[in-house]
Each structure stands twice: as structure tokens, then as C-alpha cells.
């Protein structure tokens, strides 16, 4: 067997292994360099290390440091609060207000489990007392926190900017933000109409009463390894007493500077152009100056499973580039001579691998085996990376994903078997449908 089919080999034990077992695929990147690396190409530790993303890196320790500063305070609370009585009484609106805080929270750098793990309480509780379909209500969660997924100072933003900026290909990080929104949104629509978000009847505003408590675990329960995490059931979330309630809309000192500190964030980040690592870590050290007892609390939370992961996985994938991998994938692919049919076929792999496996590691992998051939300028980069990127995201909705299993957690005790069975027929179907459309969308249209 060749180095390079001996690379994908490992590359592939990798997911499956992380898939049937609760061990963290970037753990079994970092050991599968040194074996592929070290002991069967011979390379020095200084070229393996080459590849380590330490800007990802920092991004990753970053963001979800300072968001579980903002939850442990008290913002985010605050944040979704204020969103949900902007609705005055349409219930209706509800579906879409968890749409919006969801994209606006991972918009801003969270990690979309974090998201997901934020509000699927509220959205399922919700749910529950106003007769909205509980699958309705954890897809527009989930959907959210992918639109605002692709943002110039997200996770998923930053991980595929970078390849692409990388690779040398046209780079157009507002494109790719644009059209993970608008493609998400538009699935959200659908999604509300076919699960009955019409027919919610109007309620007075006055009955709306106090929302129930959030995730307690926040975002450090929203990824442990490579699985779901299951969260805490509805009916173990107590709703508030009017003070209860008080108190969350109340802006304290804290909540303020945090305000000021995520407003800061985005203007440093997409208006001076300054690293979004290095601004979120500011920031999140100027609010932990103002409160340590926070800080303290706030860097238990930080993700580090996911860290390890996607780290992990891109110094694998920088060991398989040096090895000539990526290189004989991409001979392979081209020699098919049809870029749109490569196109499609990388679209398919990204969408029924992720329903299984890790998508923040998947991009990482995958989009890298499609840079070859789009330099050959047969077709739009810019639409092939936008395609591949949503196929790739967009089956997050996946009981066996981090995403679905916190809403099938969080759903109703005499619903949960219907919600788990809703979900997986809903992802067998949009990991099959998605791909065509985003590639009729984002690639056909672009073919030289």
C-alpha cells in the first residue's frame, strides 16, 4: 500500500473510531501524525509541528473563553431576554427569535454546539408551554446557529478562510457568510411552514410568562469528546418569578462591559481587520480583570476537547499534504475531467460524513482535497468552497451530531422518541437534497 492511500486509510479509522467510541479524533490526529510522519515517512518533529494551527488555535481558546465569561455574567441571558419579549405576544415570532439570537451569538465567534446548547432549553420549553412542534423549534436553533456559522470572526469562518486564503484561491469571506445565511434561512422558512409555525395561534402579551433558566452547563456541556452531550430535560428547568425575571433584564456593570467588550470584538475584527484571536483574548482578559471570580469559572469552560480536535486534525492534514496526498487525491479528481461531477461528488461526502462525524473537523479535511483542482480555474472557487462548506454544516440537525442529540436531550419525555425519529428522517433527507441545491446554487452557475 502507498504512503498516500495509507494517509486516507488512518485519516478514515480516525472518524470511524470517533464515531463508535468516545475518544477525541484530534487526540487520534495528533497520534496518527507521528506514526504517518515520524515513523513511516521519516520526517523531523519541526516539519509535523509545521502544520500545527497555532492562529486557530488562539481563536478557538479565545471565543469560547470569553462567551462563557458572557454567560457565566449573565449577557447572554440578558441578550435572549430582551430578544423574546421584542415579540409582544406572536408567539409565532418566537421560532424566529431563537433563529436570530442563535445566528447573532455564533456570528460573533461561538461555537455552534455552544449555541445550541444555550438556547435548545428555552426553544424546547417554550415549545411545551405555547404547542409549537418541538422538532420546528430545534431546527430553527440549529439552523440559526449555522447561518450565522460562516461569519469573516467565527469558528467555521476562520477554519475555512484560512484554507482558502491559504491555498491561494479567491477569497471572499462575505460571499461565504452570505450565502451559509441566506441558504439556512431559507431552509428555516420551509422548516417552519412544514412543522405548522403558521397555525400558532396569537397570544396576549401578558402571557408570556418568565423564561425558563439556561443550560446550566453553558458551553462547557455542549461538547465532551466527539459525541452529543445530552443536556438537562425540560422538566428539570424551573421557571422564574417575576424578580427572577427582573433580574435578568437588569444591565449590571458586568453585563455592560461585556456588551461593550463583544461590540469591540466585531468592529476590531471586521472594521480595523485586527486578529480575531488576539481581540477576543483582549478582551476577555479586560473582563476577568474587572471580575476574577468570573474569570476563574470562565476558563474551566473553555472547549478544550474541541480544541484538541480541530488542531489535531489540521496537523494530520498538513503530514498528508507533505506526504503527497493531497496531491494524488487531486490527480485522481481531475482525471475524472468533469468539475462539476467532482463538485457534487465532494458536496455528498462532506453532508453524509458529517451527519456521523465532526463538521468543524471535516472542513478542516475536506477542503483541502478540492484546492487542486479549482486552481485550475475550470470553475468558481468561490462557489465550490460555499457549496462544500454548507453541505458540510448543514446536517448538524443529526441525532448522532452534538447539535441534534442536545434538542432530542432537551425535548419533551413523552416526545422524545418522535423528535429522535423526526430528526433522523430529516437528516437523511437534507444530507441528500442539500448537496444538489447548494451545488445548483453556488456551482453550476460558476462553470467557466
Known amino acids: 500500500m502507498g504512503i498516500e492511500l495509507l494517509s486516507i486509510g488512518l485519516l478514515v479509522a480516525m472518524f470511524v473510531v470517533a464515531t463508535?467510541?468516545?475518544i477525541n479524533m484530534g487526540a487520534l490526529a495528533f497520534a496518527g501524525a507521528f506514526?504517518?510522519?515520524s515513523m513511516v515517512i521519516g520526517m523531523k518533529t519541526s516539519d509535523i509541528f509545521a502544520g500545527f494551527p497555532s492562529d486557530l488555535f488562539l481563536t478557538l481558546v479565545a471565543v469560547t473563553y470569553l462567551f462563557a465569561i458572557a454567560q457565566i455574567n449573565g449577557t447572554i441571558d440578558w441578550l435572549v431576554e430582551c430578544a423574546v419579549r421584542l415579540v409582544r405576544g406572536r408567539i409565532a415570532l418566537i421560532p424566529w427569535v431563537m433563529f436570530l439570537v442563535a445566528a447573532v451569538?455564533?456570528?460573533?465567534?461561538a461555537l455552534g454546539p455552544a449555541a445550541v446548547a444555550i438556547l435548545a432549553p428555552v426553544a424546547l420549553s417554550f415549545a411545551v408551554q405555547y404547542r409549537i412542534h418541538p422538532v420546528m423549534m430545534g431546527l430553527m436553533v440549529i439552523h440559526g446557529a449555522q447561518a450565522g456559522g460562516f461569519s469573516p470572526i467565527s469558528i467555521y469562518g476562520g477554519i475555512t478562510n484560512q484554507i482558502v486564503?491559504?491555498?491561494g484561491l479567491p477569497f471572499a469571506p462575505t460571499s461565504l457568510f452570505l450565502s451559509s445565511f441566506f441558504f439556512n434561512l431559507a431552509i428555516s422558512v420551509l422548516v417552519f411552514f412544514v412543522f405548522g409555525g403558521a397555525r400558532v395561534k396569537k397570544h396576549d402579551a401578558a402571557s408570556i410568562g418568565p423564561l425558563p433558566e439556561l443550560h446550566p452547563e453553558g458551553v462547557s456541556a455542549s461538547i465532551r469528546g466527539h459525541g452529543g452531550t445530552p443536556a438537562k430535560p425540560i422538566r428539570e428547568h424551573a421557571y422564574g418569578t417575576a424578580a427572577d425575571t427582573a433580574t435578568k433584564l437588569r444591565l449590571d456593570n458586568q453585563r455592560i462591559t461585556t456588551l461593550i467588550g463583544l461590540?469591540?470584538?466585531?468592529?476590531?475584527?471586521?472594521?480595523f481587520k485586527f486578529n480575531v484571536?488576539?481581540?477576543?483574548m483582549t478582551v476577555a482578559v479586560a473582563l476577568a480583570l474587572l471580575s476574577p471570580k468570573t474569570q476563574k469559572a470562565a476558563i474551566d469552560k473553555v472547549s478544550w476537547?474541541?480544541?484538541l480536535l480541530i488542531s489535531g486534525i489540521i496537523t494530520y492534514v498538513g503530514v498528508m499534504e507533505k506526504a503527497g496526498t493531497v496531491d494524488y487525491v487531486a490527480h485522481g479528481i481531475s482525471s475524472l475531467g468533469m468539475p462539476l461531477l467532482v463538485a457534487l461528488l465532494l458536496c455528498f461526502t462532506g453532508a453524509i460524513v458529517s451527519a456521523f462525524a465532526s463538521s468543524t473537523a471535516l472542513l478542516g479535511a475536506i477542503i483541502p482535497l478540492a484546492v487542486p483542482f479549482l486552481l485550475q480555474g475550470h470553475i468558481s472557487a468561490v462557489?465550490?468552497?460555499?457549496?462544500?462548506?454548507?453541505?458540510?454544516?448543514?446536517?448538524?440537525?443529526?441525532?448522532?451530531?452534538?447539535?441534534?442529540?442536545l434538542v432530542v436531550a432537551n425535548a419533551p419525555d413523552d416526545r422524545r422518541e418522535q423528535v429522535l425519529r423526526q430528526l433522523l428522517i430529516y437528516s437523511a433527507l437534507i444530507a441528500i437534497i442539500g448537496p444538489i441545491i447548494a451545488w445548483l446554487v453556488f456551482v453550476v452557475p460558476g462553470l467557466v
Open 165 to 167: 486564503e491559504k491555498a
Open 35 to 37: 506514526v504517518l510522519g
Open 263 to 271: 461590540t469591540a470584538l466585531g468592529v476590531g475584527a471586521l472594521v
Open 277 to 280: 484571536g488576539l481581540v477576543a
Open 20 to 22: 463508535i467510541q468516545p
Open 105 to 109: 451569538i455564533t456570528g460573533f465567534g
Open 383 to 405: 462557489g465550490v468552497v460555499a457549496a462544500i462548506a454548507i453541505s458540510t454544516t448543514i446536517v448538524d440537525t443529526s441525532p448522532f451530531s452534538t447539535n441534534g442529540a
Open 305 to 307: 476537547s474541541t480544541v
